[in-house]
């Protein structure tokens, strides 16, 4: 009887090239998003911005799963010193605690399913079977957002229990409906949250080899690709995600954020060039943002995209910090972006521009930042 170790991250092993198809399938594809809309694209629930959270170490657009990529998080391979614009990223939320479950194996599943009588979605009818998938991920939903609400109250014996049930209820769903893509997505989806990566995984790669055309399945399987330190498998996946849905941003973001932290794996691979990957690289945040206009989360990444660069652009970075703080409520995040104006125009050296950028920040929220801006300025006015 396989054990489960719960867990936050899912994504997938060798054996897809990221070609399987550009076109989604049409009823899988529509209920595998239904089914799992909890795990996926949450921009709008989180779009709206809080000048409280302006020093906020982090900024990565919601989407789906956890989004965890290779050796650090986004910005911190190359970023400037200063702080990242506020995001909703999955690591800074409640966290179920890693716990074990067990699966039914397939001989007591059958046991079970012959000893008593069968349900309805028991047979071969599949809208019985999007019934009882619906009632399981409905339940699910509630479980995990009292668990998350509960804190250090959790009750985890009492967590455990129930989603143990729900384990069950899949384990045996998936029995006798074999076929069903969206249920093993969202069962993919369970796992992956209380840190159950290798059983998470088999669902997805299950759920890919029954139904190619699943954007949010290739997205998860180069999430535990990254995850693992395979940047290069990762990315056919991301491209696959992208073919299929080019309209979501969370898939060019992805894109992005690999070619920014793995660049050197790339690189060695000697079948890329430093130009080429930083043209993808920020092609990809620009689509990203292309795609979600009124997320600024994505336009903030772009922007930080220019220091990624080997040889960036100053003037259009400056150029987009200026739009971009026009974008921006008053006080700390507009001020944010006068701070990365003042970083371009020391990086194009004109310090006496940059100071004049920094007289204008304020906010006490951003004092540490302007001051290593200022010794910056100083240390290169003795050179």
């Known amino acids: 009887m396989p ?12 054996g897809d090239n990221g070609r399987e198809g550009t076109t989604r399938g049409p009823a899988t594809a529509r209920q595998a998003k239904a089914s799992s809309n909890n795990d996926h694209n949450s921009h ?17 657009p919601a989407g789906s799963g956890r989004v965890v990529f290779i050796k650090k998080t986004p910005h911190q391979a190359s970023a400037p010193t200063i702080p990242v614009y506020p995001g909703t990223s999955p690591r800074h939320r409640g966290r179920i ?12 599943a059958c046991l079970l399913a012959f000893a008593l009588p069968f349900p309805t979605w028991a047979q071969p009818n599949p809208a019985a079977a999007e019934a009882k998938l619906k009632d399981i991920v409905a339940r699910q939903k509630i479980i995990l957002t009292q668990a998350e609400k509960a804190g250090d109250t959790l009750d985890e014996e009492n967590l455990r229990s129930q989603l143990q049930q729900l ?11 074999p076929r069903f893509v969206p249920a093993y997505i969202s069962y993919a989806l369970l796992l992956g949250k209380v840190e159950n990566r290798k059983e998470s995984i088999d669902l997805l790669l299950k759920a890919n080899a029954l139904d190619k055309n699943l954007p949010l399945v290739k997205n998860q399987l180069g999430n535990y690709l990254a995850e693992e330190g395979k940047p290069i498998e990762a990315m056919n996946y991301y491209l696959s995600a992208i073919q299929l849905e080019p309209k979501e941003p969370l898939y060019h973001y992805q894109l ?3 070619i920014a932290e793995a660049r050197d794996d790339f690189l060695k691979t000697g079948e890329w060039t430093r130009p080429q990957l930083d043209k993808t690289m920020q092609d990809a945040f620009r689509q990203a943002t292309l795609a979600a206009p009124s997320d600024w989360r994505y336009a903030y990444r772009y922007g930080l995209s220019f220091y990624d660069l080997e040889n960036p652009a100053w003037e259009t970075a400056l150029q987009f910090w200026k739009d971009f ?6 006080g700390a995040e507009q001020q944010t972006c006068r701070l990365h104006q003042a970083k371009v125009l020391l990086a194009q050296n004109h310090p006496d521009e940059a100071r004049s950028a920094l007289d ?10 302007k001051e290593k801006l200022i010794a910056e300025m100083e240390t290169m006015a003795k050179k």
């Open 3 to 14: 054990n489960i170790t719960v867990g936050i991250n899912t994504g997938g092993t060798n």
């Open 44 to 60: 709008g629930a989180n779009r709206k911005r809080n000048a409280k959270n302006i020093t906020a170490t982090h900024a990565r």
């Open 97 to 108: 605690l890693p716990m074990k479950l067990v699966r039914l194996p397939t001989f007591l």
């Open 167 to 177: 384990c069950n209820e899949y384990d045996l769903l998936l029995r006798h409906n």
């Open 256 to 258: 992005g954020t690999l």
């Open 325 to 330: 703080e026009a974008k921006l409520k008053p």
């Open 360 to 369: 204008t920040v304020t906010a006490p929220v951003l004092a540490k930042e």
